[in-house]
């Protein structure tokens, strides 16, 4: 009991969850002004705008400095830990995300892929698992803003 009175007391770790779930939630909103519809997936999924991951790590990276210093090692680990999810997010699960889209192009929009099909099980690949620069830099952002809202109130 005592570590959840603890882990619910973690300021930082609830301002950094309340960060994911705000940018998740931006997703829904943005998807339904650029498509007109309500895409609740949007809510679960790893790719859109803003990047909840970029968005998640920033606050906790800002909140990790402002509380302990910029030249702790908390903010130290955080700070290479924030590098790797950005550069992650925008290279390798951008790249799947391309990969997935060219295989499910070839699998159902192709003879072959039909051919393929009739004789194998093929799932469709989840194409939208990364991010562009500019859905990390709104994550970004956002982040910076929420740690900016806990800093002014709460720390």
């Given at each position: 009991?005592?570590?959840?009175l603890?882990i619910?007391?973690?300021?930082?770790?609830?301002t950094?969850?309340?960060s994911?779930?705000?940018?998740?939630?931006?997703?829904v909103?943005?998807?339904?002004?650029?498509?007109?519809?309500?895409?609740l997936?949007?809510?679960?999924s790893?790719?859109?705008?803003?990047s909840?991951?970029?968005?998640?790590?920033?606050?906790?990276?800002?909140?990790?400095?402002?509380?302990?210093?910029?030249?702790?090692p908390?903010?130290?680990?955080?700070?290479?830990?924030?590098?790797?999810?950005?550069?992650?997010?925008?290279?390798?699960?951008?790249?799947?995300?391309?990969?997935?889209?060219?295989?499910n192009?070839?699998?159902?929009?192709?003879?072959l892929?039909?051919?393929?099909r009739?004789?194998?099980?093929?799932?469709?690949?989840k194409?939208?698992?990364?991010?562009s620069?500019?859905?990390?830099?709104?994550?970004?952002?956002?982040g910076?803003?929420?740690?900016?809202?806990d800093?002014?109130?709460?720390?």
């Open positions: 009991m005592k570590v959840i603890q619910l007391s973690n300021n930082i770790l609830i950094s969850i309340i994911n779930f705000v940018a998740q939630a931006l997703k909103l943005f998807t339904f002004l650029v498509e007109k519809k309500w895409d997936q949007m809510f679960i790893t790719g859109g705008n803003p909840s991951h970029t968005a998640t790590v920033t606050t906790l990276t800002i909140l990790l400095g402002v509380k302990y210093g910029f030249d702790s908390y903010f130290a680990i955080a700070f290479i830990f924030s590098a790797v999810v950005v550069v992650d997010a925008i290279s390798v699960r951008r790249e799947v995300g391309k990969h997935a889209k060219t295989m192009d070839i699998f159902f929009e192709t003879p892929g039909k051919r393929l009739e004789s194998i099980d093929i799932e469709v690949f194409e939208l698992v990364g991010h620069g500019i859905e990390v830099f709104i994550g970004f952002l956002l910076l803003l929420i740690a900016t809202i800093i002014i109130f709460f720390l």
